[in-house]
């Protein structure tokens, strides 16, 4: 065990703003500017009220002999400092509306170039992706059908299901890598099957729980290329904190070469019916489903 | 001055008479354990909710020893604590889980609010208010007694096999009902804390609205009364339904119902094996277990219901601390409180609008996002009154002569954290912004700014200001002062790096945060909040040991030790059963400090007008019509 003070010193006198990790989504910035917009008010407050608290307690710290002012207040003041913070706070909702509407609203999720299904899990704790397959259409979701070994629920009698990828990938140190295009509308539509996880994306300022019984949509559309850390920001049970995924953002290029690689190394999830616990067991076992 | 000093000595006879006037017709099993006395049960609620403190702490330092330190030993304790909480010494991911679910039940339930509100509203309402004791004594009573049971009940679940609840403070389902015993403790013990709640609610109603003193009216009642009278009727209003959704819970957990639980689940980790009720074990694998029954339930109605109650909380949490503080502030400015009216009014403000707030939990829930707008409307225009009742308290300090009394540091240190706090919710409160720092240690840094320190050291405050007339003894001032300083500085220290923290993205309930690469960096950082929440937490015992030391070597306290104005200061230094040893009749308002027309700088409510009441004409005019009709 070692404590570097110094180093956590250097921490200690950072401005907050550039604690932030990059932003790589288009309307992260937006979303960033928000927080300095507030944060620049705060600060405003805070130095305002403080030096205000801090002079009275210097200024009319006890004094034998002198007498406080009898003063009851006063309605004026009352209503000045009822309407000003009424002002600018309402002015902070104001301002805000529209990017969280932007950022969440279904009917403004822009038409979506790329569509992908995303759960959390938590026998393993880990994220399962699932992406159309060659023909580019979803297969079917039947609820009574969600297994281990086919957690999305794909219908088996829907053709549209048969070249369906799927990527399961546990938490920790080497997960399963996702692979996305950047300069697309992602969508990604975001559940689960067991408990509540929160899909948390730092870099892109993502973060939507997801709820067992309810496909909630999500869109960002990532600027720059590289690899991303997933999060998962909702407890979850024990193994909450190592639920760790990655996101590689890559070119269009690349993101075809990609899927066509997964396409081959794919077993489809429905053709070969796995009995569930040694499913499972695979999982647990640091591979995946789809690869073996 | 001197008259109040004089006043202070002449009444010392009659406080050891007050004393001891009821000893020898009451057990002692009456008088000091199932006691009705409503000073005996404020003292238990103290005595219960500080051994809380600690537990709570000790939690807390675990936690934060985890995260500086991941995987290694803990200090003194770690080999010899139990294989089923530690491994190698350290906490394992599963008990990690449950000390941070425990830390936050036991510091909500069984610190802040038995403390703000059990203790200060059992001591404070009847003497305030000038009267003998509770409208219902017995009830009080048992508003007391449940809570050890209440608070075993829960701990217990540390020695079961599966451990105590792990669900989080906020319990959230399906995670909640699928796990094992260690939840339904929780349950339990959360309704019947809340039952506790409820109980104690009702009397606090009762007893304001009937209780008091000749000539008191409402608007005549110090901030502290008010603040706990409305407080009483949030408990009154919001818990039943936390009750509601805590039943419902355990009849998801054991009854088969699905008030909460979507059909298809697949549940149940390795670790997680105590899997009860409603899931069913398939095949030989433990790994997976279905739900065979019901379905169709909605996890998110948990978190309205929850919220519904808990967002009120916390201002139960924090409307007790808001009164004690304006009261000690004014008492130690010299001054009347600035905009008494105003006070009470955004008091009132704060507890209709904390009822239509509670989504801004929930931004980012997977509830419909046009209720998202509606709540971050809400939310926004509470900080309004929050904001009022900061600058209240500056204008009653301005042109003051302030002495800084132990109270008063702390009731000052209220203002400073509360600004901090009221802030950092504005951020969270735009809903596009608390996108990212949701779940974040931004909360967790908020939460502490308002709870710590707002709630805590208003409470501290209250204990400073109050002991004399609890225990009959002055507390020490130069320890007070110690205290003071050490828990202001390294609580800020603790805590205002959280912001930083939750800015850089670092979630909070993680058990080792540095399997991301991009927390990686922030374990130096983590260490120092670790060190700074070792010193707060060991900053603790001065307080206690000031309260041991007092008790025993304190100096008596003088009847009206702080030359204030309300009722209770009428009271012989150490009351006995049934309060006064005068006639209570009330003839002006708490806050008349350096009245122009006086010669001492108080006022107090009790103290008859001269023969000729010129000065006194404008501010007393009702109360005169009153005492002449009583
Ligand atoms: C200016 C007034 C306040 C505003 C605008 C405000 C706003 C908020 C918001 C929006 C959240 C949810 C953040 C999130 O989870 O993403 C929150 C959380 C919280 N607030 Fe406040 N708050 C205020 C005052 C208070 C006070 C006075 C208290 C307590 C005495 C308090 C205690 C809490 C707690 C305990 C949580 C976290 C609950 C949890 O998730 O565990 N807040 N606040
Ligand atoms: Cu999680
Ligand atoms: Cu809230």
């Known amino acids: ?43 405003a407050i805070f130095f305002i009220t ?20 009898y003063y009851h207040g006063n309605n004026l003041a009352e209503f000045t400092w009822t309407l000003l913070p009424t002002f600018l706070f309402a002015g902070i909702g104001l301002v805000s509306d529209d990017a969280w509407t932007k950022s969440k609203y279904s009917q403004r999720v822009p038409n979506p170039d790329v569509t992908i299904d995303v759960m959390g899990f938590q026998s393993g704790f880990g994220w399962q992706f699932r992406y159309p397959g060659p023909d580019g259409v979803f297969g079917n979701k039947v609820r009574n059908q969600i297994s281990s070994a086919n957690p999305f629920g794909i219908d088996s009698n829907d053709v549209h299901g048969k070249d369906d990828l799927v990527i399961i990938s546990p938490g920790g140190a080497r997960p399963v890598e996702a692979h996305l295009p950047i300069n697309k509308n992602v969508l990604v539509n975001l559940s689960s099957n067991d408990v509540l996880h929160s899909f948390f994306l730092p870099n892109f300022r ?65 053709s070969a019916p796995v009995s569930d616990s040694s499913a499972v067991a695979a999982v647990a076992s640091d591979t995946t489903t789809t690869k073996n | 001055m001197q008259s109040a000093t004089a006043h202070a000595h002449e009444t010392l006879g009659h406080d050891s008479h007050g004393d001891h006037a009821h000893h020898h017709d009451v057990s002692f099993i009456r008088k000091y354990v199932f006691s009705t006395d409503h000073k005996v049960i404020a003292k238990q609620f103290m005595l219960a909710s500080l051994f809380f403190l600690f537990v709570g702490g000790l939690f807390a330092l675990l936690i934060r020893w985890q995260l500086a330190f991941p995987g290694e030993a803990i200090p003194l304790i770690g080999n010899i604590l139990p294989d089923t909480w530690v491994s190698d010494g350290a906490v394992t991911a599963n008990f990690y889980t449950q000390l941070l679910t425990l830390h936050g039940t036991v510091m909500i339930f069984y610190v802040i609010i038995p403390l703000a509100v059990g203790m200060f509203g059992n001591f404070c309402i009847p003497l305030m208010i000038g009267t003998d004791d509770m409208a219902l004594p017995r009830l009080n009573m048992y508003s007391f007694w449940l809570v050890p049971p209440a608070g075993l009940i829960m701990l217990t679940g540390f020695f079961f096999d599966s451990g105590a609840a792990a669900a989080g403070w906020t319990g959230y389902p399906p995670l909640g009902p699928s796990s094992g015993a260690g939840q339904t403790t929780w349950l339990i013990s959360l309704f019947l804390i809340g039952f506790s709640s409820i109980m104690g609610a009702t009397n606090y109603m009762a007893t304001i609205l009937n209780k008091r003193a000749k000539g008191l009216e409402m608007f005549q009642m110090p901030l502290t009364i008010w603040a706990l009278f409305i407080t009483a009727i949030l408990i009154v209003l919001g818990t039943p339904v936390l009750a509601a959704a805590i039943s419902m819970q355990l009849a998801d957990q054991y009854l088969h119902t699905s008030f909460f639980m979507p059909d298809n689940l697949l549940i149940g980790a390795p670790d997680n094996s105590l899997l009860t009720g409603s899931f069913v074990q398939k095949g030989n694998e433990l790994l997976e277990h279905k739900q065979l029954l019901g379905g169709g339930g909605q996890p998110i109605l948990w978190q309205h219901l929850f919220w519904f109650y ?29 905009g008494y009216k105003a006070m009470i009014f955004a008091i009132m403000a704060i507890g209709f609008l904390g009822f239509i707030v509670w989504g801004h939990h929930m931004f980012q829930s997977g509830m419909n996002p046009l209720l998202g707008t509606t709540f971050m409307l809400s939310t926004i225009v509470i900080a309004v009154p929050s904001a009022i009742k900061i600058f209240n308290w500056l204008g009653t300090i301005w042109r003051g002569n302030i002495r800084f009394t132990s109270a008063n540091m702390n009731a000052l240190a209220f203002i400073a954290t509360f600004i901090i706090g009221g802030l950092s919710g504005v951020f969270m409160a735009s809903a596009p912004v608390d996108i990212y720092i949701h779940d974040t240690y931004f909360i967790v840094a908020h939460i502490h700014y308002v709870l710590f320190g707002g709630a805590l050291f208003a409470i501290f405050s209250g204990i400073y200001y109050w002991f004399p007339k609890m225990y009959g003894k002055m507390l020490n001032e130069s320890l007070g002062r110690k205290h003071f300083y050490w828990s202001f500085i390294f609580f800020n220290l603790t805590f205002y790096p959280m912001h930083l923290l939750g800015v850089g993205g670092h979630m909070r309930r993680i058990y080792n945060p540095y399997i991301y690469e991009f927390l990686q960096q922030y374990q130096p950082l983590n260490q120092f909040i670790t060190v700074a929440a070792i010193i707060l937490g060991f900053s603790q015992f001065i307080l206690i040991f000031n309260i041991l030391w007092s008790l025993k070597y304190g100096k008596k306290a003088p009847r009206n030790p702080w030359q204030a104005n309300s009722l209770e200061w009428a009271a012989p230094a150490h009351p006995g059963h049934g309060n006064f040893d005068t006639d209570i009749q009330v003839y002006r308002g708490p806050y008349e400090f350096s009245h122009p027309d006086r010669e001492t700088d108080f006022y107090p409510q009790w103290e008859k007008p001269k023969d000729e009441p010129q000065g006194d004409e404008k501010a007393v005019p009702e109360t005169k019509e009153h005492s002449q009709s009583a």
Not at chain 1, 59 to 64: A, K, N
Request: aromatic share 16%; charged share 20%.
């Open chain 1, 1 to 43: 065990m070692s404590f570097d003070f110094s180093k956590a010193m250097e921490w200690a006198y950072k401005d907050m703003l550039t604690f932030f990790p990059e932003n790589v989504s288009t309307f992260g910035g937006e979303l960033d500017s928000l927080f300095a917009m507030v944060y620049y008010a705060s600060v």
């Open chain 1, 50 to 69: 403080y030096s205000i608290l801090i002079a009275f307690i210097i200024m009319y710290r006890h004094q034998e002999g002198r007498k406080a002012y």
């Open chain 1, 206 to 270: 993502v973060k939507q729980d997801a709820v067992p019984g309810q496909w909630i949509k999500v869109w960002f559309n990532g600027t720059k290329a590289g690899r991303y850390e997933i999060a998962c920001a909702e407890l979850c049970g024990s193994g909450h904190y190592n639920m760790r995924g990655l996101l590689i953002m890559d070119s269009h290029q690349d993101y075809d070469v990609w899927l066509d690689q997964q396409y081959k190394l794919q077993k489809p999830v429905l």
């Open chain 2, 310 to 338: 808990s967002h009120p909380a916390v201002y139960i949490m924090i409307l007790p601390g808001m009164g004690i503080v304006s009261d000690v502030l004014a008492t130690f400015a010299r001054k009347p409180l600035y």
